[in-house]
């Protein structure tokens, strides 16, 4: 059986006997009155891997937004979500909407559409906080980034990103060797940013395969966020086998990221070969989830059904908009390269496509420049 569904990238799973031992899952007590056991030591080596400022922890990233706002809601703000916003953030929002907190939708990667909005909440004085996804996994494109930053610096604003997606996967410095870049940062360290306007929220749980929210930004707001917020309050922090996973992960990031990153990438370039020799094609750019495109007669429900049958498991879902089945695969490090090939011979078969003429030869190149992944 070969599994399409998992969003594990890098391949990480963190089995028991590998991990840092721990001499009990809890103290029972709630963050806010003193850290989990090994969370002081993450913290600095997740603020280190990430170039950022200060780091903190949640038990995922429902509890991280749902804090985050409100703890920023405690001074006059207003919120701009980006309308492909990932449901999680969003609650996090709803949360302050009784408070009265003002907010604005503007459409997806549409830096002039939040320009105009800002521009005309100009006057109010009332700081602006930008809320987006890094990275958008049915595009593989990341948010406009700069562009955001920007004008929220102008504005002495906030630009608070979900960044679950791109951790683990894309990084410093990307180039056309390297489009995931180096590092794992995440799509701020993808685009070169940093400043004490950004804040990230992310779950480690896709690249870095550990169910546990990490939260960076500048100091200040970290420490009011671990002081303030409602969940680090009431709710139990991370367990130390959580920890434990993490700072493993971390140490597998820094003795073999680049190896794991570089395994994923090829793994998602023959798979979009192998789509375009059989006359298929996918979006989802060079990010490993893939979907394909629709074809004229080609019914992607019995596709997933016909998979299923012969051991393939893959992700049957509908679009955002359009609410038309889709169907995805979730590429990671550790498919082999019998296992794609399998998959696109499986697509081939049960599609009813030939090879075109000419075969590899007249297949388009994979556009690698940066523009792929922005």
Same mark, same amino acid.
């Given at each position: 059986?070969?599994?399409?569904?998992?969003?594990?990238?890098? !391949?990480?799973?963190?089995?028991?006997? !590998?991990?840092?031992?721990?001499?009990?899952?809890?103290?029972?007590?709630?963050?806010?009155?003193?850290?989990?056991?090994?969370?002081?030591?993450?913290?600095?080596?997740?603020?280190?891997?990430?170039?950022?400022?200060?780091?903190?922890? !949640?038990?995922?990233?429902?509890?991280?937004?749902?804090?985050? *706002?409100?703890?920023?809601?405690?001074?006059?703000?207003?919120?701009?979500?980006?309308?492909?916003?990932?449901?999680?953030?969003?609650?996090?929002?709803?949360?302050?909407?009784?408070? !009265?907190?003002?907010? *604005?939708?503007?459409?997806?990667?549409?830096?002039?559409?939040?320009?105009?909005?800002?521009?005309?909440?100009?006057?109010?004085?009332?700081?602006?906080?930008?809320?987006?996804?890094?990275?958008?996994?049915?595009?593989?494109?990341?948010?406009?980034?700069?562009?955001?930053? %920007?004008?929220?610096?102008?504005?002495?604003?906030?630009?608070?990103?979900?960044?679950? %997606?791109?951790?683990?996967?894309?990084?410093?410095?990307?180039?056309?060797?390297?489009?995931?870049?180096?590092?794992?940062?995440?799509?701020?360290?993808?685009?070169?940013?940093?400043?004490?306007?950004?804040?990230?929220?992310?779950? #480690?749980?896709?690249? *870095?395969?550990?169910?546990?929210?990490?939260?960076?930004?500048?100091?200040?707001?970290?420490?009011?966020?671990?002081?303030?917020?409602?969940?680090?309050?009431?709710?139990?922090?991370?367990?130390?086998?959580?920890?434990?996973?993490?700072?493993?992960?971390?140490?597998?990031?820094?003795?073999?990221?680049?190896?794991?990153?570089?395994?994923?990438?090829?793994?998602?370039?023959? *798979?979009?070969?192998?789509?375009?020799?059989?006359?298929?094609?996918?979006?989802?750019?060079?990010?490993?989830? %893939?979907?394909?495109?629709?074809?004229?007669?080609?019914?992607?429900?019995?596709?997933?059904?016909?998979?299923?049958?012969?051991? #393939?498991?893959?992700?049957?879902?509908?679009?955002?908009?359009?609410?038309?089945?889709?169907?995805?695969?979730?590429?990671?490090? %550790?498919?082999?390269?019998?296992?794609?090939?399998?998959?696109?011979?499986?697509?081939?078969?049960?599609?009813?496509?030939?090879?075109?003429?000419?075969?590899?030869?007249?297949? #388009?190149?994979?556009?690698?420049?940066?523009?792929?992944?922005?």
């Amino acid at each position: 059986m070969v599994d399409f569904r998992s969003a594990l990238y890098l !391949g990480m799973s963190h089995a028991h006997r !590998g991990l840092p031992p721990w001499t009990r899952l809890t103290k029972g007590l709630p963050a806010a009155l003193e850290p989990p056991d090994g969370s002081e030591a993450l913290c600095k080596k997740l603020a280190k891997t990430l170039g950022v400022g200060s780091a903190t922890l !949640g038990t995922s990233t429902f509890h991280l937004f749902w804090d985050l *706002f409100g703890v920023l809601a405690s001074e006059p703000l207003a919120i701009y979500m980006d309308s492909g916003l990932y449901p999680v953030v969003r609650w996090g929002v709803e949360r302050v909407l009784k408070q !009265g907190v003002a907010t *604005f939708t503007f459409p997806t990667h549409n830096p002039i559409a939040l320009k105009a909005l800002l521009e005309r909440d100009r006057r109010s004085g009332i700081r602006p906080v930008v809320v987006t996804d890094g990275l958008s996994s049915a595009t593989g494109r990341t948010a406009p980034l700069p562009d955001y930053l %920007q004008l929220v610096r102008e504005r002495n604003g906030y630009l608070v990103i979900d960044d679950t %997606q791109a951790l683990g996967i894309l990084g410093r410095n990307p180039g056309t060797a390297n489009p995931y870049g180096h590092g794992g940062g995440g799509t701020p360290a993808w685009h070169g940013l940093e400043g004490p306007e950004l804040i990230v929220g992310s779950s #480690m749980a896709k690249g *870095f395969g550990v169910p546990l929210g990490i939260l960076t930004g500048n100091s200040r707001v970290i420490s009011q966020f671990n002081s303030q917020g409602s969940t680090q309050v009431h709710c139990s922090p991370p367990s130390a086998a959580l920890i434990s996973a993490a700072t493993q992960a971390l140490a597998i990031n820094r003795e073999q990221g680049e190896r794991l990153r570089n395994r994923l990438i090829s793994r998602v370039l023959r *798979f979009k070969a192998g789509l375009r020799e059989i006359g298929l094609n996918s979006s989802g750019g060079l990010f490993p989830v %893939q979907t394909l495109k629709p074809v004229i007669g080609l019914d992607m429900v019995e596709l997933h059904d016909r998979l299923t049958r012969l051991e #393939m498991l893959t992700v049957l879902h509908k679009s955002v908009n359009k609410q038309v089945p889709k169907l995805s695969f979730l590429l990671t490090a %550790q498919h082999s390269t019998l296992e794609i090939d399998q998959c696109i011979q499986a697509l081939q078969h049960l599609s009813g496509l030939t090879r075109p003429r000419g075969g590899m030869q007249n297949m #388009m190149p994979i556009e690698r420049r940066r523009p792929a992944m922005a």
